[in-house]
């Protein structure tokens, strides 16, 4: 019995000493060196993947102007290489090949970006710390938007030398034989037009209404830079503010888009993004003029035309509001009153919409994103 005890209890060390040295982190220096390839598309939101055609795309949104790519352990726990980041290319038109990418031959989380900083991950040691970092509101520009494709955990390990992802023509990691999809992380908001319907208030009838002024009040400034999941959340929390007033000073109707905007995703119902208005309803001989704010939240209903159904603002979409001042956006004050209208006070941002301001909002996808070159 002692020696059984014996044999038993040195079969659990052993058993225990294996389990310990399993859990040992990787020596990634030990690791073969591996290299990726890699081609990437544009994504437009929907199944089809393609947009309207490049109307949705303004100049310059299209660019790419730099690409980066983290690989990781398969657990997220160690960063494999230094991160991958080039620039200087000229691009135009159909995909994008990004060759010789070092790594590791082992299995790996790859993530790939385009249009980042070139020191956006310096000192990420791990995919957790990769997450911390968020992509700054104040970094995108309409000839730079930061975009990036889903994150990808292979299922075996690379091998020692070349690795694809997205040839139609090579062995490819997880069998991704078509272009990655790559994503913007911004939105784009703008008003393509404004009216007036004061047919059924005497009051109001045939008057003048100006807009004054425009903003987005619980604009997100900041958001994660990928997803494990496709179109999965990369809304940081926290960081909003309110963007600056633009000042338009134009009468109604208008047309033609003279307010548009960039802000990250925002998905949050306590805290969604909403336009706020301010307009005056011009005089005339019979009525004194007034100033109001009205707001609306942006997307409160889901109303989506192409791509993915969802509320409020999400990455790589574009809202076209629609608006419309109805017979009860304003109280149409005589001139004979004696009480003078009261200045109009800011709404505590965002304000829901009401009757007396109509939004309709056009949802759709971006246009393809010109990515014609080798980049080394």
Not at 190 to 205: G, I, P, V, Y
Not at 209 to 230: L, M
Not at 266 to 295: G, H, M, R, W
Request: glycine fraction near 6%.
């Amino acid at each position: 019995m002692k020696i059984r005890n014996i044999i038993a209890v040195g079969l659990s060390l052993f058993a225990l000493a294996s389990c310990s040295k399993d859990n040992q982190p990787v020596n990634v220096n030990d690791l073969k060196d591996a290299t990726l390839d890699i081609k990437v598309k544009a994504s437009a939101p929907g199944s089809s993947l393609k947009a309207d055609g490049d109307e949705n795309a303004l100049e310059g949104e299209m660019n790419i102007n730099s690409i980066a790519v983290l690989s990781f352990t398969a657990d997220g726990s160690q960063l494999l290489v230094d991160p991958y980041w080039t620039n200087g290319m000229s691009v135009s038109g159909g995909e994008a090949t990004v060759l010789n990418v070092p790594t590791k031959a082992t299995i790996a989380m790859i993530a790939i970006l385009a249009n980042v900083p070139a020191d956006a991950f310096k000192g990420v040691a791990s995919y957790g710390d990769f997450q911390t970092r968020l992509a700054q509101l104040s970094d995108q520009s309409q000839s730079s938007l930061a975009m990036s494709a889903q994150v990808i955990t292979s299922d075996d390990r690379l091998e020692e030398g070349d690795n694809y992802i997205g040839y139609s023509t090579q062995t490819n990691i997880n069998n991704l034989s078509s272009p990655l999809e790559l994503t913007r992380l911004a939105a784009r908001i703008e008003l393509k037009s404004a009216s007036t319907n004061f047919e059924t208030n005497d009051k109001l009838k045939g008057r003048t209404v100006r807009i004054n002024s425009i903003y987005f009040a619980n604009r997100k400034t900041a958001s994660r830079y990928a997803s494990t999941a496709y179109w999965g959340a990369v809304m940081a929390d926290g960081n909003l503010d309110n963007s600056p007033a633009v000042t338009l000073g134009q009468n109604l109707p208008l047309s033609g888009t003279p307010f548009r905007q960039y802000v990250m995703e925002n998905t949050d119902s306590e805290n969604p993004t909403a336009i706020v208005i301010n307009a005056t309803i011009l005089a005339n001989a019979a009525y004194q003029a007034e100033t109001k704010n009205f707001s609306a939240v942006v997307n409160e209903n889901g109303v989506v035309l192409k791509g993915d159904p969802h509320k409020y603002v999400k990455r790589n979409y574009i809202y076209r509001l629609n608006i419309s001042f109805g017979p009860n956006s304003f109280e149409g004050i005589d001139i004979d009153d004696p009480t003078p209208p009261d200045p109009p006070t800011p709404p505590t941002p965002p304000a829901p919409s009401t009757g007396d301001l109509s939004v309709s909002v056009e949802v759709v996808g971006w246009g393809p994103v010109n990515q014609e070159v080798v980049i080394k």
